[in-house]
């Protein structure tokens, strides 16, 4: 057990740096600016649960679609060294699939609200495994291939409920997007967890993890070895299909809503952007997907800063991109390698010295 | 005779993260001179010609070139100071015209004149008998017309000095000797060549000095007429020769009509034509041939490697298909590729990911190997096969080009294979794990696996094979086996000079 | 004469092979529409409105298919194009000078072509990510400078966006018996002569053989003694220039400024480039190619409109399918020539 905590810390925090790093950044600068950033409070909802509610909670519950949509992206990255642009409009595809199914049945049961969860991870899927086909078989760079989704997907979205943007209104809805009556904190951070500790178990009892980065790093010793590569790449569109349906549903639920158009947008460039903050090299190979957990949440803290600080949302953009900017530049090769020479070059003249004293 | 000193390196000190690459190295050329730079892999041959060529900083030390003091910040650096490079792995554009590739980078001005490029290049390419065409994209050339580009463009830029890393390891022999006389042509313009090679007879046919390294040391400088062949040998890997010529002695070979493990009849894939053959159990066979000769795609095919599209396959007498890796892995065969770097390693997974890779594939993709099992795997096989790495956890990238092959290996043993095939296992490595290479497989075959064994050098397969399989223009033109197995027959093989009737 | 290999023409390099297959796509798409769809199809306005609405769509394609060439991606075309426009018009409507807001959106396009070239080119940040950041910083910004729509309102201005050639021989003769000339606004004039520039730049300049080498093999380039990082670094420094002029180009087209102007511009200019020809992988394409890249994106999206399709949502289905007919296209092309070779 200690061993597994060294070899954490040892082989794991390299990686880690960074996105820790800034998550340190934003609480300490959070807590000089303004402590009470960080309460907590019960307080009752609509619904007359108790339920948790503060920043930190609107923090955690916020990026619950973005970091299940950053799990599936860092493992097609991983595979495929590129990344799937197309994950907003594919979300609004599998949400409207998901409202679909509600609408079609008369009354919304617990049965019907799982049998259009399923339905939305087939229809997600199948438009994976359209993506992942044209990225495993035909050999299109992934950004290139999604960009087919990304062009019409949302009119594909469009096209499933006739144009319209309907309503779903159902306590179990309400429960999805909200809170489980009884439960306190957020159903989607529940769901993220569940998530989370689906992957972890995946890659406890399948070779995914080795498999996938293998392909990514070199394909043709992969294929040489016996790995069916192009499955691999295949499987990692079909288990981001997966992540991109839960987002999708988690999305219409908070809104009980499915408005093709505004569901997830943009959500694609968050994702990619936590997969990289979460230090995930985005050519592919050598993965953690704590690290674009971690990311992922980075980016709605980020987020939920700049709004309390009372900046108008839509120009909270611009003040993303220099913290991005700030937290790529730490984490570029070029200054990483700099930063060791300073350090080794320190360390060296403090031997030096101690040596000298010893004379 | 010139003794003219062109290029001084003193005292050349370069040290990567945790290693010391060279230290106090010297190495001179004179003008008109081929020098050699032998040492084995690791020795830091391509440590000092990256320093030469302004790939690397240095540490520490001075180069001159024609007595002035120089400092190298880039290989355009070195080009314009006359100092040109042609690397083992091809170093040009192949989205680019022949002439461009020729050109580009060099020159003052902005504009190109693609007119005046092209008649140029073809008029060099002519005198240098390279059959490409100027205005044809490099893309569209063979592996080895390709280099010949690389070289006509280093002749071209009229250098003081030539650095050749290690150009021949794609060429066949008359385009070697095609290299050969440029190079002496060149000499004789007053041209300095730094020549790298792991093939000694080369050495001795073109080169007038010979300076050796050892563990990032120099060893010394000699001229050639004065170094014997077996001395040299003993100067890079700095041990006696007994053990060379130990196993040269155990020559005994058995042709015991074991078993037959793997029959093939007729059979073909996309790179290679039909062709029948069988090995024994506990034989080492090996296919021998001029690179291009088919023999890497035939062996290819017995693995699945490229597409099968033909042919029986039997394995211990029962009929198999087998038409892509897995097949082949399955029933007990494994493959270490000719090309380390792009078939063999996974750089930037651990030594003890890399050693699992095939067997966690055979045991599929629901059954992992536990992280316990796979670290004792990886710890025995480190030891077993004296595997030189920090620890099992270290990127295999970071090894030398032995010891990765020596993981790739590891990787192919830990699923103990019935019939191992190694292709090229002793290229580009030094000479010490090339006698550690060659003795495991007489063992594995003592203990009754199947080798195929290829090598660019005769002489190792002869000490190894019971049996050569010899090709020539993707065609089988003869099996030797017994009193037939020495240079002078392979070659004449080889060569075609005789008819040899076919089994 | 089959032995004769110095007079046979050389088979066409990949850039010239998929440059072809788009114009020809192109040609026979827009005689089909004329034979088949006719009205406006059979007027030369048709073509010229095509550019005129897509004058500054052509500008930032070809930056990108620069950027693309050699290797890298700049995602961050639409966004500054968005803020040259929202500066420039609130620089105007306070009573600026005409010269000097062309300098300001050359300078915005430059300064952003800067720091990405900077970050990507030096610190050896992922391209991507660089751009993406660069991206939100311009909508960002668009939005700080105005959330409302702007107007402009500059008499100098209204001269120079009034400028238009005509040329009446290509005109049609309207329902009411007037003769229309064909009218072409100065922005594509401006377009032509960006494409024409970095033609010439790509195929007869050093910097431009560089870009394709560096695209083409980057550790390759190095070794034959291109300063890749310059190289690599200007590329990124053009693109952001041809942002400004596209920016400039685009306010000119529509005399006003709007946040959300030139969105999704960005994924335009990449599929414009794409079926042009340019591979994202680098070393392959042309500016030509980009061109009709983006003359077959509006056609299709025209003759969507044509068919009595009206809906909006049918022109972005259609615009994806043929970007997927396109690309397997090109995937497939590329694939047998590999094969013929080995």
């Known amino acids: ?359 | 005779m010139q003794e003219v000193e062109l290029l001084q390196m003193r005292h050349i000190n370069k040290v990567f993260p945790g290693v010391k690459a060279l230290s106090d190295v010297d190495f001179t050329l004179r003008k008109g001179e081929i020098h050699a730079l032998m040492g084995e892999n690791g020795a830091g041959k391509s440590t000092l010609i990256k320093i030469l060529t302004g790939v690397y900083g240095m540490d520490g030390g001075e180069i001159t070139v024609e007595g002035m003091n120089v400092s190298i910040h880039s290989p355009q650096d070195a080009q314009n100071k006359g100092i040109s490079t042609v690397y083992q792995e091809i170093t040009l554009c192949p989205n680019l015209t022949v002439a461009e590739n020729m050109f580009i980078g060099r020159g003052e001005g902005a504009l190109v004149f693609h007119r005046d490029n092209e008649n140029r290049a073809n008029e060099i390419l002519k005198k240098l008998g390279i059959p490409a065409r100027a205005s044809q994209q490099l893309g569209s050339c063979s592996l080895a017309v390709q280099q010949m580009v690389a070289i006509a463009r280093a002749v071209d830029m009229e250098c003081k000095v030539l650095i050749l890393d290690e150009p021949t390891s794609s060429l066949d022999d008359k385009e070697v000797n095609m290299l050969f006389d440029l190079m002496r042509d060149l000499k004789k313009q007053g041209v300095g060549i730094i020549f790298v090679t792991h093939f000694l007879e080369q050495v001795y046919e073109v080169c007038d000095r010979i300076t050796v390294l050892r563990n990032g040391e120099l060893v010394g400088e000699y001229l050639t007429e004065e170094l014997p062949q077996v001395e040299l040998v003993a100067k890079m890997i700095g041990k006696e020769l007994d053990e060379l010529s130990n196993l040269g002695e155990t020559e005994e070979k058995k042709v015991e009509n074991k078993e037959i493990f793997y029959e093939a009849e007729s059979l073909s894939s996309n790179e290679a034509m039909p062709f029948d053959f069988c090995i024994h159990k506990g034989e080492v066979n090996g296919f021998t041939g001029l690179l291009g000769s088919g023999r890497s795609e035939s062996v290819r095919a017995i693995f699945g490697a490229d597409k099968v599209n033909g042919g029986n396959v039997k394995i211990k007498g029962e009929d198999v298909k087998i038409t892509k890796p897995i097949d082949a892995m399955k029933h007990g065969i494994g493959y270490l590729a000719e090309d380390r770097k792009r078939d063999g390693i996974i750089a930037e997974l651990s030594v003890r990911e890399n050693i699992i890779l095939a067997l966690q594939v055979m045991k599929g993709f629901f059954k992992p190997i536990s992280r316990s099992e796979a670290e004792a795997f990886a710890d025995e096989y480190i030891k077993v096969l004296n595997i030189k790495t920090a620890s099992r956890e270290t990127p295999v990238g970071s090894l030398s080009g032995g010891n990765q092959q020596k993981v790739i290996l590891a990787r192919w043993l830990l699923t103990h294979p019935d019939y191992l095939i190694l292709d090229e296992p002793t290229r580009g490595i030094d000479v010490g794990t090339k006698l550690e290479i060659q003795k495991l497989v007489l063992k594995l075959a003592e203990d009754g696996v199947s080798v195929t064994f290829i090598s660019s050098e005769v002489e190792e397969m002869l000490r190894t094979c019971s049996r050569l399989i010899v090709m020539r223009d993707r065609h089988i033109v003869g099996e030797l086996t017994g009193s037939d197995l020495n240079q002078a027959q392979v070659m004449k093989t080889i060569a075609g000079g005789e008819a040899v009737n076919e089994g | 004469m089959r032995n004769n290999r110095d007079f046979r023409r050389e088979p066409l390099t990949d850039t010239q092979l998929l440059m072809t297959i788009t114009i020809f796509i192109f040609v026979a798409m827009y005689l089909l529409a004329m034979a088949f769809l006719r009205g406006g199809f059979l007027h030369a306005q048709q073509i010229f409105d095509m550019l005129n609405d897509n004058a500054s769509l052509i500008i930032v394609s070809c930056g990108l298919t620069i950027v693309m060439i050699g290797g890298g991606i700049d995602i961050s075309v639409g966004a500054v194009t968005s803020l040259v426009v929202m500066s420039c018009i609130i620089y105007l409507n306070n009573g600026g000078n005409i010269f000097v807001s062309v300098l300001l959106a050359l300078g915005i396009g430059v300064a952003f072509g800067l720091v990405h070239g900077f970050l990507v080119s030096y610190l050896e940040i992922q391209p991507f990510i660089v751009t993406l950041a660069g991206m939100f910083f311009a909508r960002g910004f668009t939005t700080i400078l105005s959330v409302n729509p702007q107007k402009i309102d500059h008499e100098g201005f209204a001269k120079l966006r009034d400028v238009k050639i005509e040329i009446p021989w290509l005109g049609y003769v309207a329902k009411n018996g007037n003769r229309v000339p064909a009218r072409i606004e100065l922005g594509v004039v401006i377009a032509f002569v960006c494409v024409l520039l970095i033609l010439v730049l790509l195929k007869y300049f050093k910097l431009g053989r560089n870009f394709y080498a560096m695209g083409g093999n980057q550790q390759s380039a190095l070794m034959l003694g291109i300063n890749v990082k310059r190289t690599r670094f200007i590329s990124y420094v053009l693109s952001g220039l041809l942002s400004g002029v596209s920016g400039f180009v685009f306010m000119m087209h529509t005399g006003a400024g709007n946040a959300t102007n030139a969105a999704g511009m960005e994924m335009n200019a990449i599929a414009s480039s794409i079926i042009g020809g340019t591979l994202l992988t680098g070393g392959v394409g042309n500016v030509v190619g980009t061109l009709f890249g983006t003359l077959t994106l509006t056609t299709i999206k025209k003759i969507v409109v044509s068919s009595g399709l009206n809906d909006p949502w049918w022109q972005s289905i259609t615009t994806g399918g043929m970007l997927c007919f396109f690309i397997l296209l090109q995937s497939v092309v590329l694939a047998r020539r590999a094969k013929k070779r080995s």
């Open chain 1, 1 to 359: 057990m200690k061993d597994n905590f060294r070899r954490f810390f040892k082989g794991g925090l390299g990686q880690l740096t960074i996105p820790i790093i800034a998550i340190l950044f934003l609480v300490g600068f959070n807590l000089v600016r303004d402590p009470s950033f960080f309460s907590i409070e019960i307080t009752q909802n609509n619904n007359g649960n108790m339920v948790l509610a503060g920043n930190l909670i609107s923090i955690i519950n916020g990026a619950s679609e973005l970091a299940v949509l950053a799990m599936g992206m860092t493992l097609v990255t991983a595979a495929c060294g590129g990344q799937d642009i197309s994950v907003g409009a594919a979300a609004a595809i599998a949400g409207s699939a998901f409202v679909k199914i509600l609408k079609v049945s008369p009354n919304i049961t617990g049965v019907t609200v799982a049998a259009a969860f399923l339905f939305a991870c087939v229809v997600a899927m199948i438009f994976g495994a359209f993506n992942g086909t044209l990225v495993s078989v035909f050999k299109i760079q992934p950004m290139i291939a999604t960009l087919i989704l990304y062009t019409c997907g949302r009119s594909i979205a469009y096209w499933i409920n006739g144009g319209a943007t309907p309503t779903v209104s159902s306590p179990i809805i309400t429960a999805i997007g909200g809170f489980i009556p009884g439960i306190p904190v957020p159903t989607p951070v529940l769901i993220v967890i569940t998530v989370a500790i689906i992957f972890v178990l995946v890659f406890h009892f399948t070779s995914l993890e080795l498999f996938t980065q293998s392909v990514g790093i070199n394909g043709s010793a992969a294929r040489l070895n016996g790995i069916n590569s192009t499955f691999i790449k295949l499987l990692s569109f079909i288990i981001l299909g997966l992540c991109v349906a839960v987002a999708g549903t988690i999305g219409v639920s908070r809104l009980g809503l499915i408005n093709h158009e505004t569901l997830l947008l943009d959500i694609e460039m968050d994702a990619i952007l936590a997969v990289a903050i979460g230090g995930n090299n985005l050519g592919g190979g050598k993965f953690k997907i704590s690290g674009s957990i971690i990311g992922a949440y980075v980016i709605q803290m980020l987020t939920i800063t700049l709004y309390a600080m009372k900046v108008p949302s839509t120009d909270v953009k611009a003040y993303k991109a220099i913290v991005i900017i700030l937290l790529v530049v730490i984490g570029s090769p070029v200054i990483k390698s700099k930063f060791q020479k300073t350090v080794s070059r320190v360390k060296s003249n403090k031997q030096r010295v101690s040596m000298k004293g010893a004379e």
